[in-house]
Structures are given as C-alpha cells and as structure tokens.
C-alpha cells in the first residue's frame, strides 16, 4: 500500500478542509475599484480603546495625567499621536511669551517673567529703542548749554558759600593773632607778631608767656580748622547731591516721557512695570555709561563688567509665541538632560569663561509649555540624567535650570541661578508595554507622573469596517509617497497578508510600517511590470520578495536537510521517533524548521529525563512542558503498578537552546511509540502543548510550522501522504500560502487537527488509542495497551531483579554467619 493510502485509523475525520486553511477576502464585496475611489485615511484605525484613553487623558487636567502611548514599534502610535495633538491643539488658546531679564538688586539671579504670545518679542524690540533713545537723547541733554549753565550756577554758590567759610575761619584766626591759608593739601597757619609771621625759631626766642599764649591760639585755631573743615566736606557733599540732583532732573526730561510711553503700553503687566521702575532707576544712576556711549551697536550679551555695559537692559527671549496658533506640539527627538530643561551657554572672554542673562536657551519643556510634549521613553532612559530630571520638574511643577556642571563638581563654581518657570505642560511617553510594566515596578513616582496608559492592540477584527480602514491607509499611502493606486483585488490581498501576519483568521494586524512597506514595493513591482494600477499578484509578488530577502538562512537549512546532512525522515515509520516543528526567528523573518525528536526507554524507577534539560540547553517553559507530560505518563500508566522505566528524551541535532512548550506533544507521542513499540509515520510532523489530562492545546506559529514542514517535503520529493498534526484549537489561527493550500487541496499535502493525544497517536500509529474500560484495561492491540503492558513488563523485571538481588544478599550473610570462607 502506498504512503498515501497508510493515512490511520480514523485519520479522516480529523484533517483540515482546504477551505479552513486561509481564509479569503471577497473581492466583489469591496465597495470600489480602485483606492481613488477611496477617501485617504484619517488618525488611525482599529484603536478605539486607545484614542478613547488619549482623549481622556489629553482633557484631564489634574496633576499626574500625563499619558503613556503603549504598542510595539511599527503600530501606529507615533503618527496617531501626533495627527490627534495636532488635531485637539488647534482648539487651544496659545501659549504665553516667556523673558529673561537683568536683575538688578541680585545679578546673578535673572528674573523671569511671562507675557501674552507676541508680546515677548516686542517688549525686546521695545527696550532695544528705547537704549538707542537713551544713549542718544542723554549725552545731548548732558551737555547742552542749559545744563551746563546750571551747572556753573551750582558751582557760583558753592564757591561764594565756601569763600565765606575761609572768610570766617581767617577773622577768627586774625583775631587771635594768627595768618591762615587754605590750600588744597590742608590749612597753614602762622602766629603774627609785629605784624608779621614768625618762624618757628623767632618763635623760641619769645618769653614763655607770649609762647603760652600762642599756644591757647594755636589750639582754638585748630580747633575751628576741624569744624571749617567738616562744614567744607558737607558743602562738598550737599554740591555732589544738587548735582547729581540737577544731572538727573535734566536726563528725567529726556528719560520721563520715553518710560511713561513705554509703560502705557505694558500697564496690564505688573512684572514689566516693575522692572521698567528698575531700569530707569538704574539708568539714572549710570548717566556716565551714557556719555561714554559711543554709536557702536547695543552689546548683549555683556561683557566682563556689567555696570559698564549697556546690555544688561536688553531682554532674553526664552519662548517667543507669536507665531503659534494653539497650543504648541513639540517632539524632542533628541531628549538629552540640556534639551529638555535648557541650559545657561558660556563663552570665552580675556582667557576666562563667562555667561549672563543672555546665555540662557530654553529647552523643549519651555517650548512645549501651555501645550504638550512627546517624547519616546527609549530615548529618555538612555539620555543620563534626562529621566530623574523630567521627573523632577513634573513633580515640583517648575523648570529649573542647572548646569550638570554644578551638581558634580569637586568644587563649587560661581554661575547664574534663572529664577525657575512654572511648568505648565502634558507630557506623553511613547514606549513598548514592556518598559510601562517594569517602570511601574522599579520606579514609585512613574506611576504618580503617568496615570494615562493609552494601549495600541496589535490587532483588530476581520470586519468590513477595518476593510475600509485598510483601503484609506492605502490611499494615504498613495497620497503621501506619490504611489500608483490599488485595485480592489491588490486591497483584498494585503488585507489577507494583514490577517497572515496576526497568524489569524478573525484578525487584522494593527502594525501600519509593515502594511505600508508592502504597498510601497507593490507600487515598485508594478512599475516594473508596466501597470498604471497595483493589483493582486503585485502585493503577492512584493511579499515574496520581501521574504527572499530575508530568508537565506531557511533556504540553507532546507539544502542541509535534503542533502541528509540534517536528518529528516519524510518517509517511513519509525520506532520513538517523531517529527517535531520550532519555529526559529531572525528578527525580521521566521521560519518552521522540521526537528527530530527521540526517545528511548530502559528499566529504571521511573525517572524521565530530557537531555536538554540536563545539560541546561532547556529553557523554563521548555522544562515545564516536560514535567506535564511526565505527569500524564504516571497518572495514566502508574495507578496499578511502578512505572518501573527510565526514559530519554532529546532533539537530535539540536545545538541551541530549547524554549517553549509546543512541542511537548511530540515528546510525548514519542514516548508512546517506545512504549507501545509501535512505529510513528515520519511523513507527518507534530506541533502542540499538552495539559497533564492529554488535551492537546493551542501553540504559536503554527502557520510559519505547517509551511516549513512543507517546503522540506516539497525538497525531497511529496508522496501525497505527508502533512501536520496541529492542535484543533490552532485552526482559526491558519493562514496558509496559496500554494500550501493547493497542495492540501490536490491531496499531496494534509493538516489534521486533534483536540487529545489519543487522536494524535492514532493518526500517527494508525493503531486506536484504546478507551480504558470500566476494569481499567484498554482494549487489545491498542496503544494504550501495548504501553500498559510495557509498563508491567518492566515493573516485573525490576520485582525479579529485586528479588534475585534480595536473595543473593540473604545467602551471603548466611555465608558469613557460618564462616564459610567459599561464599
């Protein structure tokens, strides 16, 4: 009989029709011809639970509402994020302006102030003419002829006050017989005898009475030299302030209406009046640094020292609004520490590093403020200092700008403090479900900042509504990239390309990179071929192509197993050996890969052992998949008697780690087959987990499975009895290649689906399983059986061994308790 024929007891009622293989769009069912026909797509599609918590999250606005976007890279959610911020932030009000300017009473603290949008720039426009005012009007005023003529009257009555003091002094003087005379290094005085000065030695000839009398004078004289001189420093005291008095009152004409102007157009902003109070007032007291002022351009920054440079009245616009309209969308591509909060900029001044005022640059929180900001979490976490600083800011409500500088310093270095900005700002992270699962885990304030989770599926349902949104994507596409349009026959194919990625027949696949790869290499293809419109056999060609570019390494193992350097058995049967299927993944392209598994079995206690676990080639899940069918062996064989065997288990040719429990059916149906001593057929693969009650259950990659298995039998020649065994509850999850399915359809090629492992077995045996019966034995013949009479074969053996074992020990004591030297 030929293989075909030897398909199994029963083996019919289990296989797959071709029909359940791939499931098919109608093409007459779509409502166009061709995507012009189609409107381009707007947002997203297949993502209401995601845009329902954007939007909530995005109109909350208690403290800690900021959103998280989850979804695997490719779905969609950068581009969702930023066509509905764009969308919700064109109803919202612009932001406001935000300065930096000179603080006078502390320099080294800038103050910031907040200003409606546009008016930032202007009030910088402002004061920049109104220093150009300044430095012109002052020095014009300064030394007109009014001023100076004012100045020469302050001086005359200075000068006749003064002489009435000198006046003064010399009467007093004169009256007690001395000559005084003020000069610029002090007071000079000389006694008068015979009206004439005399010198110190006419002064020692004189009687000791005269000299004692000189003396009283010269002492009085002194005395009222110190008061002349105190009254001399307040006059010149009182002269410097009339002075400076008379200096401001004539700037005060030119500097007045410039600041009441000024002002009256800022009179709603209390800050701005209050720092203009403060410029005027300090213009007024550097008058000089006017009339040095030459017509060389306003300096800002300044420079070394700042009394002396004019810049300090210019303004820093941090955010300048004026051109926005609606909150502001900023995406920080680049999210390092500095970028995020700003940063103050040195330059170099005399070999030294200098900065002011004007050196502060604002960061992405600044120019996201009144609106949101969208960064990606992978970004951030890998930026040192970015997170704790995002954090911080987000908690205190505030920007802070400091230099790292500061805080790691060895020693403490003399640098600007800006007064801190108010925070005002929804932040949304872009990350995978992983880094959200491990952030609220390992982080206590993550879950404080970012309440929002908005969760991108990586699927949507098989409906005509995501039809439709299929078809706008495409035309967006279309649109977008100046693409050639799809005929509907090209959209039903990549709507099934679409479910063939989500490996299910009721779902589509929300990941939009890869759809919209296939629609741009269709276009190419069909270019190529010459056609104006994309059709069918084009997006099939493009797929793959696609996949020849990334399958080299299937292709390599397909030649090692048909040159038998892999070792496959396709034909046959054979005794404890089942064909399994893995699947193995090279990050951009999986494939199935046919792998043998063997078991053998001896007398033993009832030890089962997978060579892979006991060289730590098996990963936890693998392991576990182990020890469930380990118990199905014991619950099922060893109720009556000891399963009294020791059995090996392991993938030949396996070189990598094992991981996952699909293929815990295979190893168990191998075990079987040494059990029962039955041969297993090596023309079929198994796929599928086992439960420790023998239901076979549901694995992944099933489709990638069945066609790895095919194209190897395709290598080495289809019998038309070759196929899978899958797990009947894989079956929605089929979406088969066309040619796979032509194959099954023409009878070279067969999927049966099993929901135990006793319709595994028997298809694989084309022995029955054997129901137990109501004394506990199965059937004759049957599997079941045959493996239960394995097990009380062993376990009789192990029971004469230990007997003939117990009795060689009792005759060697009898031995020694006799002395017989022989035993």
């Known amino acids: 009989m030929s293989e075909a024929g030897r398909v199994g007891v029963g083996a019919d009622g289990f296989e797959v029709e071709p029909d359940r293989l791939r499931r098919r769009v109608d093409t007459e069912a779509l409502p166009f011809r061709t995507t012009a026909d189609v409107e381009p797509l707007v947002g997203t599609i297949g993502q209401p639970r995601a845009l329902a918590a954007i939007e909530f999250g995005l109109d909350v606005e208690t403290l800690g509402y900021n959103l998280y976007i989850a979804g695997a890279p490719g779905s969609g959610r950068l581009s969702t994020v930023r066509d509905y911020l764009g969308r919700f932030a064109e109803g919202k009000p612009s932001p406001q302006d935000w300065i930096y300017v000179h603080n006078f009473v502390d320099p080294d603290r800038p103050n910031a102030i907040a200003l409606p949008a546009g008016r930032g720039g202007r009030l910088a426009g402002d004061m920049d003419e109104l220093v150009r005012a300044l430095r012109g009007e002052i020095p014009r005023v300064l030394e007109s002829e009014d001023y100076e003529r004012r100045q020469r009257e302050v001086a005359g009555d200075v000068a006749g006050r003064r002489e009435a003091l000198v006046d003064e002094l010399r009467t007093f003087a004169r009256e007690r017989g001395f000559q005084v005379e003020v000069t610029p290094v002090g007071i000079v005085r000389a006694p008068i005898v015979d009206g004439k000065p005399i010198t110190t030695e006419q002064f020692e000839q004189l009687p000791v009475d005269r000299r004692e009398h000189i003396r009283r004078a010269n002492d009085e004289i002194e005395e009222r030299s110190a008061v002349f001189l105190h009254r001399v420093r307040q006059l010149e005291k009182e002269t410097q302030e009339r002075l400076r008095a008379l200096e401001r009152e004539a700037a005060g004409f030119v500097t007045g209406p410039l600041f009441r102007d000024l002002c009256e157009r800022y009179e709603d902003a209390e800050a701005v009046l209050a720092y203009l109070s403060q410029v005027e007032e300090d213009v007024l007291a550097h008058l000089d640094e006017f009339r040095e002022a030459d017509g060389s351009p306003l300096p800002f920054p300044f420079g070394g020292r700042r009394r002396d440079n004019l810049g300090r009245y210019r303004v820093n616009v941090l955010v300048d609004n004026a051109d926005s309209s609606g909150a502001p969308v900023v995406f920080e591509r680049n999210p390092t520490y500095y970028n995020l909060l700003g940063r103050i900029e040195y330059r170099a001044a005399f070999g030294a590093m200098v900065t002011d005022f004007g050196e502060i640059k604002a960061g992405a929180l600044h120019r996201a403020g009144g609106g949101f900001l969208v960064l990606e979490l992978p970004d951030v976490l890998r930026s040192p200092f970015s997170w704790e600083a995002l954090k911080r800011a987000l908690r205190g409500r505030e920007i802070r700008i400091e230099n790292l500088g500061e805080q790691f310093g060895a020693v403490p270095s003399a640098t600007l403090r800006p007064e801190p900005i108010p925070l005002d700002v929804k932040v949304v992270l872009v990350g995978s479900p992983l880094l959200h699962r491990l952030l609220l885990q390992l982080d206590e304030d993550f879950r404080e900042l970012f309440k929002v989770k908005a969760d991108f599926s990586p699927e949507m349902d098989w409906s005509e509504d995501s039809f439709a949104g299929y078809a706008g994507f495409v035309r967006r596409c279309v649109d977008t990239h100046a693409l050639r349009h799809f005929d509907r026959s090209a959209v039903a194919s990549l709507i099934e390309y679409g479910a063939r990625l989500r490996e299910h027949q009721g779902k589509l696949s929300t990941r939009l990179l890869d759809i919209s790869d296939v629609v741009a290499e269709a276009s190419f293809w069909a270019g190529k071929a010459g056609r104006e419109l994309v059709g069918a056999e084009d997006v099939d060609h493009a797929v793959a192509e696609k996949e020849y570019r990334s399958n080299l390494i299937e292709e390599r193992v397909r030649e090692l197993i048909a040159d038998g350097t892999i070792v496959i058995d396709t034909r046959g049967e054979r005794v404890g050996q089942v064909n399994g299927l893995a699947i193995l993944d090279l990050g951009d392209y999986a494939f199935g890969r046919p792998s043998r598994v063997t078991a053998r079995i001896s007398l033993g206690r009832g030890t089962l052992e997978s060579i892979e676990r006991e060289i730590e080639l098996s990963g936890p899940i693998h392991s576990k998949g182990f020890l469930i069918l380990s118990g199905y062996l014991r619950s099922k064989y060893a109720q009556e008697l000891p399963l ?141 059986a045959l493996a239960v009479a394995c097990v009380r074969s062993y376990a009789e053996r192990l029971q004469a061994f230990a007997s003939a074992d117990g009795l060689a020990i009792e005759a060697e004591a009898d031995a020694a308790g006799r002395g017989d030297l022989s035993a």
Request: glycine content about 10%.
């Open 644 to 784: 009294a065997l020791q059995a090996t288990l392991t993938f030949e040719q396996s070189y990598d780690e094992v991981e996952g429990d699909s293929a815990s059916a295979a190893e168990l149906y191998a075990l079987l087959s040494a059990l029962s001593d039955l041969p297993v057929r090596q023309s079929i693969a198994v796929t599928g987990s086992v439960n420790q009650y023998g239901d076979v259950q549901a694995v992944g990659g099933v489709t990638r499975k069945i066609e790895g298995f095919y194209d190897t039998c395709k290598a080495t020649g289809l019998t038309g009895g070759q196929g899978v065994l899958i797990p009947r509850t894989n079956i929605p999850n089929l979406m088969l290649r066309q040619d796979v399915v032509d194959a099954v359809r023409a009878g070279r090629f067969h999927v049966w689906a099993v929901a135990t492992v006793d319709e595994g077995i028997e298809i694989l045996t084309g022995r029955p399983a054997g129901k137990q019966q109501p004394d506990g034995s199965y059937p004759e013949e049957s599997v079941n």
